[in-house]
């Protein structure tokens, strides 16, 4: 866990559809609340939270309250996490497409 102090691990968080679709919409505003974020998918307020609730344990999502309304927030800093963990792998990638490419050229000469 990051210094968040998170409870929740953000690969987590991020792997199933919904939840990525609720930071893509949240990233889409500055400030989304949760019944503009509900009418977005096919289920309940009460499932939206849900889902809503474990983004928020990876600091992923913060809320305030609004008079009766619960605003959301969009946090991207624990996606870097994600971000660097996918950078390594594309370095890998590359690095062994390019051994890949070389020795090809080696077998046409």
Do not use: C
């Not at 990051?2 to 199933?16: C, K, L, T």
């Not at 008079?67 to 927030?73: H, L, Q, S, Y």
């Not at 497409?97 to 000469?109: C, D, H, N, P, W």
């Amino acid at each position: 866990m990051s210094e968040n102090n998170q409870q929740r691990d953000v690969f987590d968080a991020i792997a199933d559809p919904t939840r990525r679709q609720l930071i893509h919409l949240l990233a889409e505003a500055e400030e989304r609340p949760l019944y503009e974020l509900t009418a977005k998918f096919q289920m309940g307020r009460t499932a939206v939270s849900k889902h809503l609730t474990i983004l928020k344990e990876a600091g992923l999502v913060h809320d305030r309250k609004v008079g009766r309304e619960t605003r959301f927030k969009l946090n991207p800093k624990p996606l870097r996490e994600v971000q660097d963990w996918v950078s390594f792998y594309s370095q890998f990638w590359s690095a062994n497409m390019l051994r890949l490419e070389q020795l090809l050229q080696e077998e046409e000469e």
